[in-house]
T-cell receptor, first 112, second 110 residues
Framework: DVKVTQSSRYLVKRTGEKVFLECVQD?????MFWYRQDPGLGLRLIYF???????EKGDIPEGYSVSREKKERFSLILESASTNQTSMYLC???????????FGQGTRLTVV | GQSLEQPSEVTAVEGAIVQINCTYQ??????LSWYQQHDGGAPTFLSY????GLEETGRFSSFLSRSDSYGYLLLQELQMKDSASYFC???????????FGTGTKLQVIP
């Protein structure tokens, strides 16, 4: 079975902190994604990576950056956390020419 | 950029059929997917359409019309466990970036 693992299920951080959310997949997928999910807004794409060190901005990249130094790992970085970044963060991965994306269980981040 | 529209809520009776529509605007369209998400869970893949027409997987079917930028998910013989949120998603661009809609919350009632 494909496994996408996010490092934390719940996280509480203070405003202004630098926050790292880690995601690891074990199926050699080229594509990896970071989404945030808020009630009524669905899943909004923050960043997308299609290969090691390659990335594209999604719909809401402001306040976030990403790192993909190894194929299996995709990190989301909040440079200076703010309360409006309190949300559920979902990581996903997929093969480039396949239709199915596999999701991690999510990280519920609270910024206080 | 991409935009997808789908109804926010749908209620249907157990055993009935329900259709959830999705319209999209995107450049470099590759395909339309559907995902199911139960409360507290992660989205899981249901179906995918790259070509016009109907794809059937058990009780679930998905339809795509590329010329109309429109698709739908059809759920038959509804069961209580089908109560969940359903998301349409478009794959676009050479590397198949996946962008999701805002989701439709389906409530199945007895």
């Amino acid at each position: 079975d494909v496994k996408v693992t996010q490092s934390s299920r719940y996280l509480v951080k203070r405003t202004g902190e630098k926050v790292f959310l880690e995601c690891v997949q074990d199926m050699d997928h080229e594509n990896m994604f970071w989404y945030r999910q808020d009630p009524g807004l669905g899943l909004r794409l923050i960043y997308f990576s299609y290969d090691v060190k390659m990335k594209e901005k999604g719909d809401i990249p402001e306040g976030y950056s990403v790192s993909r130094e190894k194929k299996e790992r995709f990190s989301l970085i909040l440079e200076s956390a703010s309360t409006n970044q309190t949300s559920m963060y979902l990581c996903a991965s997929s093969l480039r020419n396949k239709d199915e994306a596999f999701f991690g269980q999510g990280t519920r981040l609270t910024v206080v | 950029g991409q935009s997808l529209e789908q109804p926010s809520e749908v209620t249907a009776v157990e055993g009935a059929i329900v259709q959830i529509n999705c319209t999209y605007q995107t450049s470099g369209f590759y395909g339309l997917s559907w995902y199911q998400q139960h409360d507290g869970g992660a989205p899981t893949f249901l179906s995918y359409n790259a070509l016009d027409g109907l794809e059937e997987t058990g009780r679930f079917s998905s339809f795509l019309s590329r010329s109309d930028s429109y698709g739908y998910l059809l759920l038959q013989e509804l069961q209580m466990k089908d109560s969940a949120s359903y998301f349409c998603a478009v794959s676009s661009g050479g590397y198949q970036k996946v962008t999701f809609g805002t989701g439709t919350k389906l409530q199945v009632i007895p």
